[in-house]
């Protein structure tokens, strides 16, 4: 179905109507264009110390010098990074009266993942009761950690709170010159999550940005910093299954997670942004930088499902700095219509006896793209590393494309990497065994790509996963047959 | 004076050697061009990560080398498959040995590029093949065609197959401290017609030599060639081979790289199946020590549906050698039933060599079966101990786990002969003797 100019723009001016952005809002943004003196009034803005003025306007200085990375196998129309406004309060004012205001698809997908009527209120933006039930667990829950130990809140806080924690790690495992989007991060970063885990505690609970229901609207340069303390375990949820409808266009987030000694960190993300409509116009530009370092014993693992965004271009990456620390990494990659997505891990072996595995599953179907690019790196000191590396792709229709790039770079003999990849279609026999067995093509397919993707939403907190899969389902309905 | 201006400056005097009125030299003159315009790629271009051409570049090669001085046979023997007949076309220092060589003319072509280039008989062949498969865009494979001068020349027509294998041996004297030498050759297989071919580079002195060449083939509907690559240089040589096939219909073209020697070596080998039910096989060997390099960088272009390839590269790495593998399978949209393979294993047996391996996919098309499996590790101990346990010495019993390793590789080595002498020669670099031929 070809859109006439005319219908299309029609389309957007409707659009923008129905979910009247930037209007009616009592908006506190920035103008447009970036310079040091913008840097310099977030920093006011946020009420931050002399220390990380400077460091934003350090990371600025590096990003001026830097120049905008080419090299992933994506196409898009370059963001025009003095047209942006970077800072933006979030909004506190409901964009909608009721639920009958929010778009009826909308809902939909969100009665079909399960979300309960007021979380879905929350999540399209309606105004709720203030007596909400999770606003009140999320009260007790707060409670619990504080109890604990744990520290849990936005990075504004934790700057003004725990200046010397997050002055010791911010930039530890990222550094500002690390690449491109991280140095823009670095200076202009809105806000994020600050986590820390004292010594040998267990979190008790999933932590998740789900939970802060008062910090939302964190804007589209958030910072992430995870830091477990020796001996303690955190499992960390990101994101959520709900669509969600970003105003922002590009999204440069930096994630640092920092295992000390003996601990371990589990790192969950779902993420289903904005892909665009389905002849591709519009979506968000999800570049992300995502790094996690392990010392002695330490164990991070990464999980991940994308379904969204119009590009994503990220690698969640494990440093295994420290003997006998484990890296993790398990993706599902879900592209349709016009996606694209270049996604994959960096492995660094420094340790003695490190390991990692590597399990990524990408789905391609309409005319997406989806890439796996990843490194196993072993360094000549890393005696007995130990990879494993598998990485499916299952292609729906023949307009989309499956791609890998493995790169394998070792220096030292005792070393043992295994890596496998394989490119597939869902067979005709399975499908036609299902119908058989009277199940129809869709719910067939449904099934068969939970199958493929099992390996990895298993690795998922039990309430995600049953969503995770729901989610799967939605994002590839009407790509076959 | 770098090496890229210096070779761009005698394209001059290149020109006066040959006949500039010749259509060829529009195709030189262009390819000049690509070369003058990109220069040698560096390690920021992602296809040269991992293999840097720097030193090269610092050497002060001569690009025009003076006659050679001849060879006598008896001093060569050694590097011929003497054990059984074969044409034979021999360079020495880039320029034709006709005393060394065994040309015919007797229902195919085996003979000489230069001849070819030059007269008017095989005009209508070069017009339709010369430089139609070779990159326009890579720079080195420009900088051959613009010096592209000699090399060998093989065409066979329909339902025709040689009698006996073709030899083409490159050697150099040392005549010179330090040469630069661009062979190029182009293989015409027709219809249903056969081939068998053995390449090998060799220098005879430990001066520096750096052979950049170019191979086209192209097989016809049904064509069956297998290319064999000799690589066992000494440690002064230095090869960037560029190899592009092009596949018709149901032609089956294997190539075998048996890589154990030399500085450096870049292998650049290139399929294209442009037609149905095709077949194409890469296999190759690498044993390396103290300081060589070895990279494979592979391209199979899946562009018609129906066809299979099969990918199987093996590497042991001793000393500070480095190994390379890139191996890439693109797979057409049209190209549905599409059967693609590729295997890269590494064996590391030095704390100071480093394997390097990125085996990559490119799918468009979604009724295929393709995979890649990339594995680096060691010899199995336990292995290595029940042999010891039956009276092996150590050593003796890790060159068998290696032979072993290595064999898938030269199961499927169709000449004998060629077979035992390359047995010969990893039995040699792995610095054993056995008793027993595999």
Same mark, same amino acid.
């Given at each position: 179905?070809?859109?006439?100019?005319?219908?299309?723009?029609?389309?957007?001016?409707?659009?923008?109507?129905?979910?009247?952005?930037?209007?009616?809002?009592?908006?506190?943004?920035?103008?447009?264009?970036?310079?040091?003196?913008?840097?310099?009034?977030?920093?006011?803005?946020?009420?931050?110390?002399?220390?990380?003025?400077?460091?934003?306007?350090?990371?600025?200085?590096?990003?001026?010098?830097?120049?905008?990375?080419?090299?992933?196998?994506?196409? @898009?129309?370059?963001?025009?990074?003095?047209?942006?406004?970077? @800072?933006?309060?979030?909004?506190?004012?409901?964009?909608?009266?009721?639920?009958?205001?929010?778009?009826?698809?909308?809902?939909?997908?969100?009665?079909?993942?399960?979300?309960?009527?007021?979380?879905?209120?929350?999540?399209?933006?309606?105004?709720?009761?203030?007596?909400?039930?999770?606003?009140?667990?999320?009260?007790? *829950?707060?409670?619990?950690?504080?109890?604990?130990?744990?520290?849990?809140?936005?990075?504004?806080?934790?700057?003004?709170?725990?200046?010397?924690?997050?002055?010791?790690?911010?930039?530890?495992?990222?550094?500002?010159?690390?690449?491109?989007?991280?140095?823009?991060?670095?200076?202009? *970063?809105?806000?994020?999550?600050?986590?820390?885990?004292?010594?040998?505690?267990?979190?008790?609970?999933?932590?998740?940005?789900?939970?802060?229901?008062?910090?939302?609207?964190?804007?589209?340069?958030?910072?992430?910093?995870?830091?477990?303390?020796?001996?303690?375990?955190?499992?960390?949820?990101? $994101?959520?299954?709900?669509?969600?409808?970003?105003?922002?266009?590009?999204?440069?987030?930096?994630?640092?997670?920092?295992?000390?000694?003996?601990?371990?960190?589990?790192?969950?993300?779902?993420?289903?942004? /904005?892909?665009?409509?389905?002849?591709?116009?519009?979506?968000?530009?999800?570049?992300?930088?995502?790094?996690?370092?392990?010392?002695?014993?330490?164990?991070?693992?990464?999980?991940?499902?994308?379904?969204?965004?119009?590009?994503?271009?990220? @690698?969640?990456?494990?440093?295994?700095?420290?003997?006998?620390?484990?890296?993790?990494?398990?993706?599902?990659?879900?592209?349709?219509?016009?996606?694209?997505?270049?996604?994959?891990?960096?492995?660094?072996?420094?340790?003695?006896?490190?390991?990692?595995?590597?399990?990524?599953?990408?789905?391609?179907?309409?005319?997406?793209?989806?890439?796996?690019?990843?490194?196993?790196?072993?360094?000549?000191?890393?005696?007995?590393?130990?990879?494993?590396?598998?990485?499916?792709?299952?292609?729906?229709?023949?307009? #989309? $494309?499956?791609?890998?790039?493995?790169?394998?770079?070792?220096?030292?003999?005792?070393?043992?990497?295994?890596?496998?990849?394989?490119?597939?279609?869902?067979?005709?026999?399975?499908?036609?065994?299902?119908?058989?067995?009277?199940?129809?093509?869709?719910?067939?397919?449904?099934?068969?790509?939970?199958?493929?993707?099992?390996?990895?939403?298993?690795?998922?907190?039990?309430?995600?996963?049953?969503?995770?899969?729901?989610?799967?389902?939605?994002?590839?309905?009407?790509?076959?047959? | 004076?770098?090496?890229?201006?210096?070779?761009?400056?005698? /394209?001059?005097?290149?020109?006066?050697?040959?006949?500039?009125?010749?259509?060829?030299?529009?195709?030189?003159?262009?390819?000049?061009?690509?070369?003058?315009?990109?220069?040698?790629?560096?390690?920021?271009?992602?296809?040269?990560?991992?293999?840097?051409?720097?030193?090269?570049?610092?050497?002060?090669?001569?690009?025009?080398?003076?006659?050679?001085?001849?060879?006598?046979?008896?001093?060569?023997?050694?590097?011929?498959?003497?054990?059984?007949?074969?044409?034979?076309?021999?360079?020495?220092?880039?320029?034709?040995?006709?005393?060394?060589?065994?040309?015919?003319?007797?229902?195919?072509?085996?003979?000489?590029?230069?001849?070819?280039?030059?007269?008017?008989?095989?005009?209508?062949?070069?017009?339709?093949?010369?430089?139609?498969?070779?990159?326009?865009?890579?720079?080195?494979?420009?900088?051959?065609?613009?010096?592209?001068?000699?090399?060998?020349?093989?065409?066979?027509?329909?339902?025709?197959?040689?009698?006996?294998?073709?030899?083409?041996?490159?050697?150099?004297?040392?005549?010179?401290?330090?040469?630069?030498?661009?062979?190029?050759?182009?293989?015409?297989?027709?219809?249903?017609?056969?081939?068998?071919?053995?390449?090998?580079?060799?220098?005879?002195?430990?001066?520096?030599?750096?052979?950049?060449?170019?191979?086209?083939? *192209?097989? $016809?509907?049904?064509?069956?060639?297998?290319?064999?690559?000799?690589?066992?240089?000494?440690? $002064?040589?230095?090869?960037?081979?560029?190899?592009?096939?092009?596949?018709?219909?149901?032609?089956?073209?294997?190539?075998?790289?048996?890589?154990?020697?030399?500085?450096?070596?870049?292998?650049?080998?290139?399929?294209?199946?442009?037609?149905?039910?095709?077949?194409?096989?890469?296999?190759?060997?690498?044993?390396?020590?103290?300081?060589?390099?070895?990279?494979?960088?592979?391209?199979?272009?899946?562009?018609?549906?129906?066809?299979?390839?099969?990918?199987?590269?093996?590497?042991?790495?001793?000393?500070?050698?480095?190994?390379?593998?890139?191996?890439?399978?693109?797979?057409?949209?049209?190209?549905?039933?599409?059967?693609?393979?590729?295997?890269?294993?590494?064996?590391?047996?030095?704390?100071?060599?480093?394997?390097?391996?990125?085996?990559?996919?490119?799918?468009?098309?979604?009724?295929?079966? #393709?995979?890649?499996?990339?594995?680096?590790?060691?010899?199995?101990?336990?292995?290595?101990?029940?042999?010891?346990?039956?009276?092996?010495?150590?050593?003796?019993?890790?060159?068998?786990?290696?032979?072993?390793?290595?064999?898938?590789?030269?199961?499927?080595?169709?000449?004998?002969?060629?077979?035992?002498?390359?047995?010969?020669?990893?039995?040699?670099?792995?610095?054993?003797?056995?008793?027993?031929?595999?």
């Amino acid at each position: 179905m070809a859109y006439t100019e005319e219908e299309l723009k029609k389309e957007l001016e409707t659009k923008e109507y129905e979910y009247g952005f930037y209007t009616d809002i009592e908006s506190d943004t920035f103008p447009k264009g970036l310079d040091e003196n913008i840097v310099r009034a977030i920093s006011k803005k946020k009420e931050e110390p002399e220390w990380m003025t400077e460091w934003r306007l350090e990371s600025f200085r590096i990003w001026k010098k830097m120049e905008e990375p080419e090299w992933a196998n994506i196409n @898009y129309k370059k963001p025009e990074f003095q047209d942006i406004s970077y @800072y933006s309060a979030p909004n506190k004012k409901p964009k909608y009266e009721s639920l009958d205001e929010v778009d009826p698809e909308l809902l939909d997908t969100f009665k079909r993942l399960g979300i309960p009527i007021e979380e879905q209120k929350k999540l399209a933006g309606v105004a709720v009761d203030i007596v909400m039930d999770s606003v009140s667990v999320a009260t007790t *829950f707060k409670k619990t950690l504080a109890e604990r130990g744990i520290i849990f809140c936005s990075m504004a806080e934790a700057i003004r709170e725990h200046p010397e924690l997050v002055k010791k790690y911010i930039g530890s495992v990222v550094p500002q010159k690390d690449n491109f989007y991280a140095a823009l991060n670095s200076a202009v *970063f809105s806000d994020g999550s600050f986590c820390y885990i004292p010594k040998g505690v267990r979190c008790p609970m999933e932590l998740s940005t789900y939970f802060r229901i008062n910090q939302a609207g964190t804007g589209q340069f958030e910072r992430t910093l995870v830091i477990a303390d020796e001996g303690s375990y955190v499992s960390y949820l990101e $994101g959520c299954t709900a669509p969600s409808r970003d105003e922002n266009q590009l999204h440069a987030a930096v994630v640092e997670l920092i295992a000390l000694d003996d601990a371990e960190i589990k790192y969950s993300t779902v993420q289903n942004w /904005f892909p665009g409509n389905k002849e591709g116009k519009g979506g968000v530009f999800n570049f992300v930088t995502k790094r996690g370092i392990c010392e002695k014993n330490a164990k991070i693992s990464w999980t991940q499902v994308e379904t969204g965004s119009a590009i994503t271009w990220k @690698y969640p990456s494990c440093i295994l700095k420290g003997d006998n620390s484990i890296g993790e990494f398990y993706s599902i990659a879900v592209t349709n219509n016009y996606q694209q997505a270049d996604t994959g891990t960096k492995m660094i072996h420094l340790g003695k006896n490190t390991r990692s595995t590597i399990i990524s599953k990408g789905i391609s179907a309409g005319r997406s793209q989806n890439s796996y690019r990843g490194l196993v790196q072993v360094h000549s000191r890393a005696s007995n590393a130990r990879n494993f590396s598998q990485c499916d792709s299952l292609l729906m229709g023949n307009q #989309c $494309g499956a791609h890998t790039f493995p790169y394998i770079e070792v220096k030292n003999k005792t070393a043992q990497i295994e890596h496998e990849a394989t490119t597939s279609k869902i067979g005709e026999d399975q499908i036609f065994y299902c119908n058989q067995r009277g199940i129809d093509t869709e719910k067939a397919i449904a099934l068969i790509v939970n199958g493929f993707s099992k390996e990895v939403l298993n690795k998922l907190p039990m309430e995600f996963a049953v969503e995770a899969q729901k989610l799967l389902e939605i994002s590839l309905e009407g790509s076959v047959g | 004076m770098d090496l890229k201006e210096k070779l761009v400056s005698s /394209f001059l005097a290149f020109e006066n050697t040959i006949d500039v009125d010749h259509p060829v030299h529009d195709i030189r003159s262009e390819a000049i061009k690509t070369f003058e315009d990109k220069g040698f790629p560096g390690r920021k271009e992602e296809a040269w990560k991992y293999t840097s051409l720097k030193q090269l570049q610092k050497t002060n090669f001569s690009i025009f080398p003076k006659e050679a001085e001849a060879l006598e046979y008896r001093d060569v023997k050694k590097y011929f498959l003497h054990e059984i007949d074969t044409y034979k076309i021999v360079f020495i220092d880039g320029i034709y040995s006709s005393y060394l060589s065994e040309t015919t003319h007797d229902g195919v072509d085996i003979c000489l590029l230069s001849a070819a280039l030059t007269k008017p008989m095989y005009k209508p062949v070069v017009d339709v093949y010369f430089n139609k498969s070779a990159a326009k865009d890579d720079s080195l494979t420009s900088l051959n065609t613009a010096f592209s001068k000699e090399g060998a020349y093989i065409y066979i027509p329909k339902h025709k197959a040689p009698i006996k294998p073709v030899e083409i041996l490159h050697f150099s004297s040392g005549s010179e401290s330090a040469i630069m030498l661009q062979p190029r050759n182009l293989i015409i297989v027709e219809e249903n017609a056969e081939l068998q071919v053995i390449e090998r580079h060799q220098s005879l002195t430990e001066n520096e030599v750096l052979t950049n060449s170019v191979t086209e083939i *192209f097989a $016809g509907a049904n064509a069956i060639i297998d290319y064999y690559k000799v690589q066992n240089d000494m440690p $002064g040589a230095s090869l960037i081979d560029n190899t592009y096939i092009d596949q018709k219909g149901k032609s089956h073209v294997s190539v075998h790289t048996f890589a154990f020697g030399g500085k450096l070596t870049r292998n650049n080998l290139n399929f294209y199946q442009n037609g149905e039910y095709v077949d194409s096989t890469l296999k190759g060997v690498t044993i390396l020590d103290e300081k060589q390099h070895v990279d494979h960088h592979t391209l199979v272009h899946h562009r018609q549906p129906n066809s299979e390839s099969h990918q199987d590269y093996k590497g042991i790495f001793n000393d500070r050698a480095t190994g390379v593998f890139n191996g890439k399978i693109i797979v057409d949209e049209i190209a549905q039933k599409t059967n693609a393979f590729q295997q890269n294993n590494n064996v590391l047996i030095s704390d100071r060599a480093t394997v390097n391996s990125k085996p990559q996919l490119e799918i468009f098309a979604d009724d295929v079966k #393709c995979s890649h499996g990339c594995t680096i590790g060691q010899l199995d101990r336990e292995a290595l101990f029940y042999l010891q346990t039956r009276g092996i010495p150590e050593k003796e019993a890790a060159a068998l786990l290696m032979y072993a390793f290595a064999n898938n590789v030269l199961e499927s080595v169709r000449i004998p002969e060629l077979k035992k002498r390359i047995n010969k020669l990893i039995a040699g670099k792995l610095e054993v003797r056995l008793g027993f031929d595999l």
